[in-house]
């Protein structure tokens, strides 16, 4: 019986000695491995942008008054009651509420008239992302591509053109400068925010800690304290067309509609679908590829001199133990070779990440490291082996030891 | 202990008869050597004796067991624990040391291999990988692997060939020392003279083949 500790001295020193092949070897099995791995990792993380894009976005709608905001009625907009919200979070299917304040933004322009300076206010509805009363930070990154910072404000990419000149992007604005007369302050423009039907009633949009560290919390709160709007956060996107038929059944005798993207939701369902199919199909054909191009290689190797089994046997050697050596042999490369495609794949998939322009918005795609697509290499780098030396067994055997010692 | 018992082997490779009509009788702690020229078929019968390759005809008793009619799992079984077996063309295992060749393909224990390597001359060739070892290096390891599996029975094809006198003598001695261990020695050799060492020599080249004490 031939020890463990033998098999594994003799393959490390066919490991070793033999560097060119196991050098190629390694080389292939890698690539196997990278192709079983990285390929449908990036399909993976397509799904999974759209997905995320979807759950973020879509599954949201709006609750507004069914006759909008309109200037100067925008206290007309601010009929929707606790109890009203309360209603609309029982309804099934809804995983969350988020009652919306609305408020008046000014940004000023001083004009020079008749030889004295003027104010010119340009009025903008405005809300809060974060916090009581705001928008939920995860939709606004996703509808903005952008985090607000600390500093300023996004505005709707439509009413680009509604701003005054500025220099550097820093306006002069105050919030409820009638009738409450608050003071203005400096804020900067830090982006724009593609049209979408989640942001019907908003122009303009703040962070919270922002402005309420610059209006104080007193003020904040009494300026933000209304729900001018409501957010409903459907549990799934595909219950999204239900709750938006009971929402628009139960709340029409109050005036209030909900607003939804049908149009793009359903493009987006009917995208996933669609994707959904041809990457699973390209990430198992990838792993198939990857994982028949390891046997193949392992067989060659095995099978390329078949007179080093026939030697053994002469030895003493009975066929399971060649087997096993052959084994331990493929192990040691393709565990090397799996350690070496994992860390390739952490360090080249960052570098796949793309974006895709889709519905006005860019979507991040991130190809993920997915521990499933791990688990499968490292069962190919174990099974693989196994499967190769295997081969190689029941190949031996339809050869005679003379046939096979005279392949030298 | 039962030695070789072949009667009417017969072996051909296509239309080349090889063996025609081998028989011999060799007693365990015996040494028979197969005498004869190049491609008289002394090599395919050492094979035969080793159940590397098996007789189109004739009757095989090997230590007291009917070879011939031993399926293939039974033979490599037999040949496994009963046979050794040294090439007339040294083969080693390339990516091990001459020490490893013996030590790891065999199973040995350490001191013993390196104790037969320096009866051997291979002292100071343990560490070399048979590419730097001469074809009468390699000749002699491939041989020392043979005589530590310490099996019944002991074929060795050719163990002269390309050896100094020196040497030669020393590894005649190695396989009568194993023979007189009860064990069964066969060997090979183109040269009559080396027949010398054995208790009984095969005559291949006189034909039908017959032995002579």
């Given at each position: 019986m031939v020890s463990l500790g033998v098999l594994f001295v003799a393959s490390a020193r066919k490991v070793y000695r033999e560097r060119g092949w196991s050098t190629g070897m390694i080389v292939v099995f890698s690539i196997s491995l990278v192709i079983g791995m990285v390929i449908p990792s990036i399909g993976y993380g397509l799904q999974l942008g759209l997905q995320s894009y979807m759950n973020t976005v879509f599954t949201y709608v709006v609750v507004a008054n069914a006759g909008g905001c309109n200037e100067p009625g925008l206290d007309y907009c601010l009929n929707i009651t606790t109890s009203l919200i309360n209603n609309i979070s029982s309804i099934r299917d809804i995983q969350n509420v988020y009652p919306v304040a609305v408020n008046q933004t000014d940004i000023i322009q001083l004009i020079a008239f008749n030889g004295s300076t003027v104010k010119d206010y340009h009025d903008f509805d405005s809300v809060v992302m974060g916090g009581p009363n705001g928008l939920p930070p995860d939709m606004v990154t996703t509808l903005c591509s952008k985090i607000i910072g600390n500093s300023g404000f996004l505005l709707d990419s439509a009413l680009i053109n509604q701003l005054p000149p500025s220099n550097n992007s820093l306006y002069t604005v105050c919030i409820n400068c009638y009738p409450t007369g608050m003071q203005p302050f400096n804020a900067s423009l830090e982006g724009t925010c593609a049209e979408s039907s989640l942001l019907t009633n908003v122009d303009l949009i703040w962070n919270a800690t922002f402005l309420q560290n610059v209006l104080g919390g007193e003020s904040y709160r009494s300026s933000f304290d209304n729900s001018g709007f409501v957010l409903v956060k459907v549990d799934n996107v595909r219950n999204v067309e239900g709750v938006v038929k009971t929402l628009a059944g139960s709340l029409g005798q109050f005036g209030l509609t909900p607003i939804y993207d049908q149009a793009n939701l359903l493009n987006a369902q009917s995208l996933e679908s669609n994707l959904a199919l041809p990457y699973t199909i390209i990430g198992g054909a990838a792993i198939a590829a990857g994982g028949l191009l390891m046997i193949l290689v392992s067989y060659i190797s095995t099978v390329r001199r078949r007179w080093e089994s026939g030697l053994l046997e002469t030895q003493g050697w009975s066929r399971k133990e060649i087997f096993r050596f052959q084994t331990v042999y493929l192990l040691l490369l393709s565990c090397a070779s799996f350690t070496i495609s994992m860390a390739f794949s952490f360090v080249v998939l960052p570098f796949l990440s793309t974006n895709l322009a889709i519905y006005g918005q860019i979507i991040a795609i991130k190809p993920s490291t997915n521990d499933l697509f791990y688990l499968i290499g490292l069962i190919f780098s174990v099974a693989v082996p196994f499967a190769s030396s295997f081969l190689s067994y029941l190949s031996a055997g339809k050869h005679s030891l003379d046939q096979t010692l005279r392949e030298n | 202990m039962d030695g070789i018992n072949l009667k009417g082997i017969f072996k051909a490779y296509g239309a080349i008869?090889?063996?025609?009509d081998v028989s011999v009788d060799i007693d365990s702690g015996e040494v028979l050597c197969v005498v004869g020229p190049s491609g008289c078929g002394k090599s395919t019968f050492l094979k035969i004796l080793a159940l590397i390759t098996m007789p189109d005809a004739g009757s095989m008793k090997i230590g007291g067991t009917d070879v011939a009619s031993m399926n293939q799992k039974e033979l490599e079984n037999f040949r496994r624990k009963k046979i050794a077996y040294s090439f007339q063309e040294p083969l080693l295992l390339p990516y091990l040391s001459a020490f490893e060749n013996i030590a790891c393909v065999v199973g040995a224990p350490r001191d013993i291999v390196v104790d037969v390597m320096k009866q051997f001359r291979l002292g100071n060739r343990m560490n070399h990988t048979p590419t730097k070892l001469s074809v009468g290096e390699k000749k002699r390891v491939d041989i020392a692997r043979a005589l530590l599996r310490n099996t019944d029975f002991l074929i060795t094809d050719e163990p002269l060939s390309n050896l100094d006198p020196g040497t030669s003598e020393v590894v005649m001695m190695k396989l009568m020392e194993y023979a007189s261990r009860g064990k069964t020695v066969v060997y090979s050799s183109?040269?009559?003279?080396?027949?010398?060492?054995?208790?009984k020599v095969l005559n291949?080249?006189?034909?039908?083949h017959g032995q002579s004490p």
């Open positions: - | 008869r090889v063996l025609e183109v040269e009559p003279a080396e027949a010398r060492y054995a208790d291949m080249l006189t034909s039908p």
